[in-house]
């Protein structure tokens, strides 16, 4: 199949999802939602079934890849791994010295990103409203509590990483919950970064990798069973699960608020460090700085919302399409 501008548009959008996925507090899901192409990944992810395996014994090539939506899933895909890969340094770095003002971007999209969902909700009546309003409050008091625990214990074990690999992906592609912050929450994200550190230089012992093996099957568990369960909630109860959504990006603004305290000074690793959220003593340059920047980037991600705006409808009939195949 020839390259088309679909297909380098999936690209950029994928690219913007792995620059979101490397931010601490920041989820790919929430860039989804935004670009308009959430319920179809959810959709091709959920794809991933009987119904695929027996296309595939089958030989049925084009209608598995129709079924699963495999020029999308790729095309995103190829966007995830370039944005990962060329922006992470960048973002340690950002938010290693310039962290005020990089949480106070952070803080900006996110919450343009709840007034987006917001609209997504769309109750039929005042007590659908009324019961969105109190989904979304609970589902923010939620997220506001769970980011704010500390980090447990980590175990060695197989069960364990295997449970860590399917929580965390779980948490990937949920908008407003941060699959890395969590992987942190259940202390696994320094051992786990370390060993795919390792794996990279090719210094890895067999034991690490196993133990790499058995995560990476708990995410491809906790994906594709989550996924299904996301697809039917979308279905059968949307107004709610927006609602629920967007509470969850209410409540994780606790995790990007800009003026923070570095509690570890003398550690030198970002994915080592802990800060507490304080408030500004007075009103100077850097309050101000922190404001606009937040203000420029509600507007950007409203403005991505728009740009993004035209695929709902074609994402939506396409995964309809993909599912009657």
Not at 297 to 322: C, F, H, T, Y
Request: glycine fraction near 12%.
């Amino acid at each position: 199949m020839r390259p088309q501008i679909q297909d380098v548009v999936q690209v950029v959008r994928g690219f913007l999802m792995g620059g979101a996925d490397i931010i601490p507090g920041v989820s790919g899901g929430t860039i989804a939602l935004v670009l308009g192409i959430y319920e179809r990944l959810v959709t091709a992810i959920s794809h991933v079934d009987g119904q695929l395996v027996r296309l595939l014994l089958g030989r049925q090539w084009q209608a598995a890849a129709s079924y699963v939506d495999l020029r999308f899933v790729v095309s995103l895909g190829l966007g995830i791994v370039l944005g990962i890969g060329s922006l992470a340094g960048l973002m340690g770095h950002l938010l290693l010295h310039q962290r005020n003002y990089t949480l106070a971007v952070f803080f900006g999209l996110i919450l343009g990103s709840s007034v987006i969902v917001a609209k997504m909700v769309r109750p039929r009546g005042l007590g659908t409203g009324l019961g969105a309003c109190l989904l979304a409050a609970g589902a923010a008091c939620f997220a506001f509590w769970l980011v704010g625990l500390e980090q447990v214990g980590f175990h060695d074990s197989p069960w364990y990483f295997f449970g860590c690999g399917a929580v965390a992906i779980c948490a990937m592609i949920l908008p407003g919950i941060s699959g890395a912050y969590i992987l942190w929450l259940l202390g696994a994200y320094v051992v786990v970064t370390g060993i795919i550190h390792d794996a990279i230089k090719l210094q890895a012992a067999p034991g690490e990798l196993l133990s790499l093996g058995i995560f990476a099957a708990g995410c491809a568990t906790g994906l594709v069973l989550f996924s299904k369960l996301l697809k039917w909630l979308l279905a059968h109860a949307h107004a709610p699960v927006m609602s629920i959504l967007g509470g969850f990006m209410l409540g994780s603004l606790r995790l990007m608020w800009p003026f923070q305290e570095d509690l570890t000074p003398t550690i030198e690793k970002l994915k080592l460090k802990r800060y507490q959220a304080t408030l500004p003593q007075q009103w100077d340059a850097e309050v101000t700085v922190c404001l606009l920047l937040a203000v420029v980037a509600v507007i950007g991600v409203l403005g991505l919302e728009r740009w993004g705006s035209g695929a709902p409808a074609q994402n939506n009939r396409l995964a309809k399409d993909a599912s009657r195949s």
